[in-house]
């Protein structure tokens, strides 16, 4: 699933005429004729749908929807919002042709027969929004939601719902808060991301009428980014090969662990069996290994090291290393991780306390450790451990989530998964994915150790990084859905990770529904 930034739109905006031929009106035209045949589908009883339209192409969407909506003999009636003589061109047009319609205009909200409307679309201001919504605007957006509470009133944006910043996904105070959103093209950015994700409610996208690929291949600031999806993930999975042996699938080899925090690494190694590696070793230092022996489940191999020598040992005959999970912050953990980075090579996913080692990777001396590796490194820090990584404050990254997010990939060549809410995939060359699955239930201690044995295990398994990356991120995601589906509260990273193979094997053949 594609996704595009407010930049990116406007672009498609100027280019399809300018470069095209193609006039902005056709595609407008498409557009409103989209959203009449969406209201259309949806349609209950008598009631009018009301159009909500502010002057610009956002609201010229709307006058055309209402247009199409006529000829179906569906009843549509209009609010204008601002001065129509100031509104863009095709506003322009569209008004007088919906004027000559003679379909009813309202300039003030108090004249509204509010208990006749079925539905209110929202086209004040769309991707041509400009720093926090004016308080005029504010105003007409509350009184409209508050009657439609009333009136239990269904409430659609177009394109975007107004108010909500179209790359980050900020809200300004009084957004417009859609039960849907219909939108052309691609979803915009800030719908996928809080808080504007809850304001867009659920998502339709609709052809725009120009191949928009093709138009962006020639801009500069061409930002490739994705939904991480269902639809995706089935393209990436393969079935396993009938003939693979326990040789053939790899070995996961975790390290990590400390006094107390010995669950950590035990989760993800139990995470890369659920996940299919066809061996996998947990490594802990010498004083826990007793306790991880009596803990662990017998499908997991077990081992200790004291020094880095050891480490070196141990991932010989390993298909690749997850380094960091409940490994500790003590000064001679992080020198061995250091010295280890320097010489080690094959593939790996860094997590947890591996970063403590790293350090500021801007600023500090670490800055530039990981990005000459034959295999990009995975790391899955979270925004604390993001924030440390980046000497950024958390609410600066949150506020440039997915440019923080593509910056550090491109600049550390990393394959980098930020778990936020939702989590992001950033691939070495900047190439973003926005996990589209994942719910509340997830905030549970140990839910990222789980993660880090999944990505593991497909690394381990043949997956390229940048493949096991996504599989991982996205199916930790759904198979926590699938429980979230009886049991939103209360499920534990470990059920996460028992569930984890069903999922994979119902995905891989969907007849088994196990
Ligand atoms: N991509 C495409 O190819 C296609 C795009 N299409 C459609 O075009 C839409 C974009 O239209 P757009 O560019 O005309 O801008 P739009 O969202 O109507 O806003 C402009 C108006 O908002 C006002 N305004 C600005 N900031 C404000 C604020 N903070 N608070 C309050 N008001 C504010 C601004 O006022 P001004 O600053 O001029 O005083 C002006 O009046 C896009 O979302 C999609 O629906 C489709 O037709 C299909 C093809
Ligand atoms: N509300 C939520 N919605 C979606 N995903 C969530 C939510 N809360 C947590 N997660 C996910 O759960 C995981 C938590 O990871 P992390 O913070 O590293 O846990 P831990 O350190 O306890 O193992 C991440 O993948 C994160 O994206
Ligand atoms: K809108």
Known sequence: MRILTKEESQYIDRMAPEKYGIP????????????????????????????????????????????????????VCIYLFGESQKGSQLFKEQLHMVKQLGIAIYTSLDDIPWHTIWAVVEGLIGTGMKGELRFQMKEVIEIVQSQCELYSISK?????????????????????????????????????????????????????????????????????????????????????????????????????????????????????????????????????????????????????????????????????LALGPGLGRREETAQIVLEFLATYDGPIVLDADAF????????????????SRSHPAIMTPHLGEFSRLTGRSILDIQKNYVQSARDFAIAQHVVLVLKGIPSLVALPNGTIYINMAGNSGMGTGGMGDVLTGMISAFVAQGYEVNE??????????????????????????????VRIGSVISELLSPSLNV
């Not at 980014?225 to 009938?242: K, N, Q, V, Y």
């Not at 403590?356 to 530039?368: K, R, V």
């Not at 589906?485 to 996460?496: E, F, I, N, Q």
């Open 356 to 371: 403590y080692a790293l350090g500021d990777m801007a600023n500090g001396e670490t800055n530039g450790v990981l990005q």
């Open 468 to 497: 096991a990356a996504l599989i991982g991120t996205f199916l930790h995601s759904y198979t926590a859905d699938r429980l979230g589906t009886k049991k939103l509260w209360g499920y534990t990273p470990s059920d996460v990770s």
């Open 156 to 320: 659609w944006s177009i394109d975007i719902p107004a108010g909500v910043n179209a790359n980050t996904g900020e809200v300004s105070h009084s957004s417009f808060k859609a039960d849907y959103t219909i939108t052309f093209g691609a979803t915009k950015q800030g719908v996928c991301l809080y808080p504007g994700k809850e304001y867009a409610g659920h998502v339709i996208v609709k052809p725009l009428g120009i191949p928009f690929e093709k138009v962006l291949q020639n801009y500069q600031a061409y930002h490739n980014t994705w939904g991480l999806d269902i639809r995706l993930i089935e393209t990436l999975l393969r079935p396993r090969s009938a003939i693979a042996h326990k040789g053939r699938n790899g070995h996961t080899l975790v390290i990590g662990g400390s006094n107390g925090m010995i669950g950590a690494p035990l989760m993800a190694g139990e995470a890369s069996v659920h996940s299919g590696a066809g061996k996998t070793t947990v490594a802990v230092p010498d004083d826990c290994l007793r306790t991880l022996q009596n803990k662990v489940m017998p499908e997991v191999m077990t081992a200790s090291f004291r020094s880095v020598s050891d480490i070196m040992d141990l991932v010989k005959d390993k298909s690749v």
């Open 24 to 75: 902005l009106g056709y595609l407008m035209e498409n557009a409103g004729s989209d959203v009449a045949q969406v209201l259309a589908n949806h349609y209950k009883g008598a009631k009018s749908i009301l159009f909500l339209s502010g002057n610009g192409n956002n609201g010229a969407d709307g006058l055309v929807a209402a247009r199409h909506l006529m000829e179906l003999e569906i009843p």
